[in-house]
T-cell receptor, first 116, second 109 residues
C-alpha cells in the first residue's frame, strides 16, 4: 500500500516558538492532504484540507494564522504551529489522497507535539 | 460533525468473530461508509469501505443494511493484534473525514 510519512515523529518546543511538521507521500502523488489533531483519549479532529498549489481550507474554529499549511508539491505538505502554547500540545496526523475517484485516504504515523 | 454512532467499547475472545456495529441514519445516497482502525499512538489504518453492497477483503467483511442506515464490520477471527479503536465514517468518496468517538475493541485471550 501507499506510504505517508511525517517528520518529526515527536517534538518538544518552548512556548512562543514555532514548529513545522512535514507530511510526505512517499510513493504516490497526493492531490489532497488533510491535517488532523488528536488530544489524549479523544478522537481525531479535522483541522484543514490542503490541495496542491492552492490555499488550504480550514475547518470552523481552526485559526488559519496560527496553523499555517503549505502544500507546495504533490508529495509534501507542511503544518506550522506558530507561537505555540501548551494548549497546542497534541498528536498531529496527516493523511493523503491520490485524487478523484475511489482512492483510499492514507494516514501518516503522526507527530507528537509537546509545548513547555 | 460526525454522522455516525458506535458503542464505546466491545470485548471479543481471541479466535472468535468480532462484529462491530455502526449507526448512520442520516447517510445520503452518494456517501460511502468507511472503516478505519487506530492502534495506540499510531495513524489510522484503512480497513474497508462500501456504498450499498456488502464488501469483503482479506481481513474483514462489511455488511450494510438495505436502507443503509447502519452497518457492521466483521473481523472473522480476531487476534490480540486487532485490539484497537475502530472508526466508522461516512463521507463522499474519500473526501473530508469527520471522526466520531469510535469503538474500543478489546480482544482477550
Amino acid at each position: 500500500g501507499a506510504v505517508v510519512s511525517q517528520h518529526p515523529s515527536w517534538v518538544i518546543c518552548k512556548s512562543g516558538t514555532s514548529v513545522k511538521i512535514e507530511c510526505r507521500s512517499l510513493d504516490f502523488q497526493a492531490t489532497t492532504m488533510f491535517w488532523y489533531r488528536q488530544f489524549p483519549k479523544q478522537s481525531l479532529m479535522l483541522m484543514a484540507t490542503s490541495n496542491e498549489g492552492s490555499k488550504a481550507t480550514y475547518e470552523q474554529g481552526v485559526e488559519k494564522d496560527k496553523f499555517l499549511i503549505n502544500h507546495a508539491s504533490l508529495t509534501l505538505s507542511t503544518l506550522t504551529v506558530t507561537s505555540a502554547h501548551p494548549e497546542d500540545s497534541s498528536f498531529y496526523i496527516c493523511s493523503a489522497r491520490m485524487g478523484q475517484g475511489y482512492d483510499e485516504q492514507y494516514f501518516g504515523p503522526g507527530t507528537r507535539l509537546t509545548v513547555t | 460533525d460526525a454522522k455516525t454512532t458506535q458503542p464505546p467499547s466491545m470485548d471479543c475472545a481471541e479466535g472468535r468473530a468480532a462484529n462491530l456495529p455502526c449507526n448512520h441514519s442520516t447517510i445520503s445516497g452518494n456517501e460511502y461508509v468507511y472503516w478505519y482502525r487506530q492502534i495506540h499512538s499510531q495513524g489510522p489504518q484503512y480497513i474497508i469501505h462500501g456504498l450499498k453492497n456488502n464488501e469483503t477483503n482479506e481481513m474483514s467483511s462489511l455488511i450494510i443494511t438495505e436502507d443503509r442506515k447502519s452497518s457492521t464490520l466483521i473481523l472473522p477471527h480476531a487476534t490480540l493484534r486487532d485490539t484497537a479503536v475502530y472508526y466508522c465514517i461516512v463521507s463522499l468518496n474519500f473526501n473530508k473525514f469527520y471522526f466520531g468517538s469510535g469503538t474500543k475493541l478489546n480482544v482477550k485471550p
